[in-house]
């Protein structure tokens, strides 16, 4: 199995553009989760799905945060407007039920 | 609601010594706990996970945790440490079906 994907590895781009950060989930896995990782703030979950469906999305930011997975093997989180203090790793996970879970490589999001 | 508590955000061993990583945890009801280990620039791979069977856990490269309920600890221990062994530590908690809920860390170095 590949394990969890993530594209790209890393980005950057100026503040005011829009970023979308990709996910690939490991086969057969119902729950992907989104997480973020900063000095300050340590490691944080913006959202959570399962089958699909957002179950939590009381981590995600603010508005220019949004997240989508449209099938079962396919994830986006995407931020626009873009702003230099959303500069942090973004890590996706998935999981099959029994809470273990797989973290991806993370995509390191760089804003200027 | 769940937290989890790592004590000591840096911890210094040499090599052959005896690694302890603290971790303490909140929760109201039986909880899954998991240590997660995370190289640089790389994500985070499972050492090793709790899920209320044994309270000693093995887990990979030697590492094992053990659940006390009476201390509400699942502290992270291996007899004797190796270079390799340098990275951050984290502890997590959850519910089934629920994200993970980490603590802010451990970095642990290993000096020869």
């Not at chain 1, 340590?42 to 399962?50: D, P, T, W």
């Amino acid at each position: 199995d590949a394990g969890v994907i993530q594209s790209p590895r890393h980005e950057v781009t100026e503040m005011g553009q829009e970023v979308t950060l990709r996910c690939k989930p490991i086969s057969g896995h119902d729950y992907l989760f989104w997480y973020r990782q900063t000095m300050m703030r340590g490691l944080e979950l913006l959202i959570y799905f399962n089958n699909n469906v957002p179950i939590d999305d009381s981590g995600m930011p603010e508005d220019r945060f949004s997240a989508k997975m449209p099938n079962a093997s396919f994830s986006t989180l995407k931020i626009q407007p873009s702003e230099p203090r959303d500069s942090a790793v973004y890590f996706c996970a998935s999981s099959f039920y029994a809470n273990e879970q797989f973290f991806g490589p993370g995509t390191r999001l760089t804003v200027l | 609601a769940q937290s989890v508590t790592q004590l000591g955000s840096h911890v210094s061993v040499s090599e052959g010594a005896l690694v302890l990583l603290r971790c303490n945890y909140s929760s109201s009801v039986p909880p899954y706990l998991f240590w997660y280990v995370q190289y640089p620039n790389q994500g985070l791979q499972l050492l090793l996970k709790y899920t209320s069977a044994a309270t000693l856990v093995k887990g990979i490269n030697g590492f094992e945790a053990e659940f006390k309920k009476s201390e509400t600890s699942f502290h992270l221990t291996k007899p004797s440490a190796h270079m390799s062994d340098a990275a951050e530590y984290f502890c997590a908690v959850s519910r089934v079906g629920t994200a993970l809920i980490f603590g802010k860390g451990t970095t642990l170095s290993v000096s020869s």
